[in-house]
């Protein structure tokens, strides 16, 4: 079910935010692209965009909290009082096996809900439903303005848009 919800998730988002057939207010059935809106070239993404949409760097729209690194000293593979659960990149996307003292992590924690993304190791690993600490090769995603549900963000960071976006930030290429 869940494999489902998110391959439809995916198809919303490609055809909305990629394809540009999203709904137009006050149209019954009506897309926009289909509808022969305008599509204006943008040369920083060199494709095009709705007109009116306006292309921003992704660190003005979200913050990318980075996670606290404790040091492996500090692990224990059972839970004691006042651990909590810590993940590490190759935790993501499997059951989380690593506590640690929760003092040790400056508040620092991830919500269910929370939206995150690897920037070491396997880089562009997106996840959520991790409830803990988490390590600094992790960043924890925000909307700056709130406005932005982590569904959206989730489907988004992991676009092919979003991860080609992400593995040439962390090659270090600037190369179109």
Same mark, same amino acid.
């Given at each position: 079910l869940?494999?489902?919800?998110?391959?439809?998730?995916?198809l919303? =988002?490609?055809?909305?935010?990629?394809?540009?057939?999203?709904?137009?207010?006050?149209k019954?059935k009506?897309?926009?692209?289909?509808?022969?809106?305008?599509?204006?070239?943008?040369?920083t993404i060199?494709?095009?965009?709705?007109?009116?949409?306006?292309?921003?760097p992704?660190?003005e729209?979200?913050?990318?909290?980075?996670?606290?690194?404790?040091?492996?000293d500090?692990y224990?593979?059972?839970?004691?009082?006042?651990?909590v659960?810590? =993940?590490r990149v190759?935790?993501?996307?499997?059951?989380?096996?690593?506590y640690?003292?929760?003092t040790?992590?400056?508040?620092?924690?991830?919500?269910?809900e929370?939206?995150?993304?690897?920037?070491?190791?396997?880089v562009g690993?997106?996840?959520f439903?991790?409830?803990?600490g988490?390590?600094?090769?992790i960043?924890k995603?925000e909307?700056?303005e709130?406005v932005?549900?982590n569904?959206?963000?989730?489907t988004f960071?992991t676009?092919? =848009?979003?991860?080609?976006?992400i593995?040439?930030?962390?090659?270090?290429?600037?190369?179109?």
């Amino acid at each position: 079910l869940i494999e489902k919800l998110s391959d439809l998730l995916h198809l919303l =988002y490609e055809r909305w935010f990629m394809e540009y057939e999203f709904p137009v207010k006050g149209k019954d059935k009506a897309t926009y692209r289909s509808s022969g809106n305008e599509l204006v070239w943008d040369s920083t993404i060199k494709r095009k965009i709705p007109a009116g949409w306006k292309v921003i760097p992704l660190n003005e729209r979200f913050t990318f909290d980075r996670g606290v690194e404790v040091g492996a000293d500090n692990y224990s593979d059972e839970r004691q009082e006042g651990y909590v659960s810590y =993940y590490r990149v190759s935790d993501m996307d499997a059951e989380c096996i690593t506590y640690v003292d929760e003092t040790l992590l400056n508040d620092t924690f991830l919500r269910r809900e929370d939206v995150c993304v690897s920037f070491d190791g396997t880089v562009g690993k997106v996840s959520f439903g991790l409830e803990g600490g988490y390590s600094s090769g992790i960043r924890k995603i925000e909307d700056k303005e709130g406005v932005l549900n982590n569904a959206f963000m989730y489907t988004f960071f992991t676009s092919d =848009y979003a991860q080609f976006v992400i593995d040439k930030f962390a090659t270090g290429s600037n190369n179109s």
